[in-house]
């Protein structure tokens, strides 16, 4: 508690400084950091790294006019100069009409527990074993020739935040994390590189260290011979690792700020079907061990769960205060802050929800299709909602997963890709933004 106690002290006596110094308003994020990192490869440690790290986020307004400073430093002489740099920005930056704190009466009252904190520490021995186990198991599947290393980690993190207003609070967060990579092949057979991981809230949480590491060898196995498939327009199945990056655009389509932009190919979009009838899209702060969960958001307003797409139908855009102000309307919670810039709007614990098929059902029609298990490059329009990315993963004949493939580019348009979705029933939480194997009707394939 005397943490939390001396960071909130700090950033409160800060503000105060702020408002001595001239401004209207302010208020200010602390974030302190623990880490511990382990890296082994070919069964010898590589890195054991720990870390403690801290920066304060200074925001002060002036009428309607606004600036940021941040520092490391928190010497009171330092501090004063960040107060006096940040009243000078203030006074010399354009108006923005939009900026300002929540009114005292939209602040949260009581941060709601949701069991995000592991107070577990462990030693640096515990990870080295974890990434140890995860890398023997690997490299002990057949075909494997070559490890890129097992990585293990573990950090904590308090944030706290103070303002003007009157709001001030602060919680704690933590995460462990478990990854394998290898490489299977050789030169003239050629190689591929696969990896598996598991990041959680609570380390007891972690997949075990060999299932990571089998998962990493059997999927770097598994790839080799990959083929080049012929250009064709064909069913699409996205593996759980690929298919939250199609959540993920849908999120940054009904974000605020680009809704306030008019730079969404889905700003006209509310209240009407974005995805197919009878799929939903939540969003969960509160989720108990969620990966993004928080008890409030990053201006000190409640947050909560909310049904994002219901039935196919979107409900909400995802807005802080400032696009909130600018499109007309409440904020709905999801203001995001760091120490290096205003908040902004970001969602929390985001998935699409599961359905009845399982992942052979969800195929099983399927004569012809491409199920992708990664891709690359950021080919995508969020203007025109326009889809281009370069895709790997297996073939799929008459219902059924036949030989690899590689170099192919994958084609579509958001706005009927959302339309045309059908999720399995084989949801996990793992990313942050997850999706179950998703299956898409009609996209193109370039290839050979």
């Given at each position: ?7 909130l ?6 503000v ?13 994020v ?14 010898r ?7 403690e ?19 490391s ?12 740099r940040?009243?000078?920005?203030a ?17 949260i ?29 690997a ?45 299977a ?10 990896y ?7 380390a ?6 060999e ?15 990959a ?13 759980p690792r ?5 959540v ?6 009904i974000n ?8 969404s ?28 969960s ?28 400032r ?8 904020s ?23 359905g009845p ?9 399927i ?19 326009d889809?281009?990315?370069g ?7 008459n219902?059924e997963?036949?030989?690899?493939v ?9 706005k ?18 997850d ?14």
């Amino acid at each position: 508690m005397s943490a939390e106690n001396n960071a909130l002290t700090l950033l409160s006596d800060l503000v105060a400084k702020a408002q001595g110094a001239g401004a209207d308003a302010a208020d200010a994020v602390l974030v302190n950091n623990t880490s511990l990192s382990v890296a082994m490869r070919l069964g010898r440690s590589e890195k054991v790294e720990r870390s403690e790290s801290g920066d304060i986020g200074l925001r002060v307004l002036i009428g309607k006019r606004q600036a940021f400073v941040s520092s490391s430093d928190r010497g009171s002489l330092a501090l004063d100069e960040l107060v006096e740099r940040a009243v000078a920005m203030a006074r010399s930056v354009p108006e923005d009409p939009y900026c300002g704190l929540a009114e005292p009466e939209q602040l949260i009252q009581t941060l709601p527990s949701l069991d995000i904190f592991d107070p577990t520490e462990p030693t640096a021995e515990h990870l080295v074993d974890l990434a140890r186990r995860a890398e023997e198991a690997a490299r002990s599947v057949p075909g494997v020739t070559n490890s890129e290393g097992a990585d293990a980690g573990w950090g904590r993190s308090l944030i706290a935040m103070a303002a003007s207003n009157g709001f001030a609070n602060s919680y704690w967060v933590s995460h462990s994390s478990l990854s394998a990579s290898v490489l299977a092949g050789d030169a003239a057979q050629g190689m591929e590189r696969d990896y598996d991981y598991s990041a959680t809230v609570y380390a007891a949480d972690l997949m075990a260290p060999e299932q990571v590491g089998l998962s990493a060898g059997q999927r770097a196995v598994r790839r080799l011979g990959a083929r080049k498939a012929k250009t064709a327009r064909v069913p699409v199945v996205l593996d759980p690792r690929v298919s939250g990056g199609i959540v993920g655009h849908l999120a940054g389509a009904i974000n605020g700020a680009a809704i306030a932009r008019g730079t969404s190919f889905l700003k006209d979009r509310l209240g009407q079907p974005v995805l197919a009838k009878g799929l939903s899209v939540i969003d969960d702060p509160h989720r108990a061990r969620g990966l993004r969960s928080k008890p409030c958001d990053g201006e000190g307003l409640p947050n909560r769960r909310r049904a994002i797409v219901e039935d196919g139908v979107l409900t909400t855009w995802i807005l802080d205060l400032r696009s909130a102000r600018q499109l007309g309307l409440a904020s709905t919670g999801h203001a995001s802050r760091g120490t290096g810039g205003p908040p902004g709007p970001a969602t929390s614990n985001l998935w699409l929800q599961p359905g009845p098929l399982s992942v052979p059902e969800l195929i099983a029609d399927i004569d012809q299709g491409f199920y992708i298990t990664e891709m690359f490059g950021h080919g995508v329009n969020g203007l025109t909602g326009d889809y281009s990315r370069g895709a790997a993963g297996f073939w799929i004949e008459n219902g059924e997963i036949a030989y690899p493939v590689n170099e192919v580019t994958v084609a579509g348009n958001l706005k009927d890709m959302f339309l045309n979705m059908t999720p399995a029933s084989d949801l996990t939480f793992r990313y942050g933004t997850d999706a179950p194997t998703l299956r898409i009707e009609g996209m193109t394939l370039a290839g050979a």
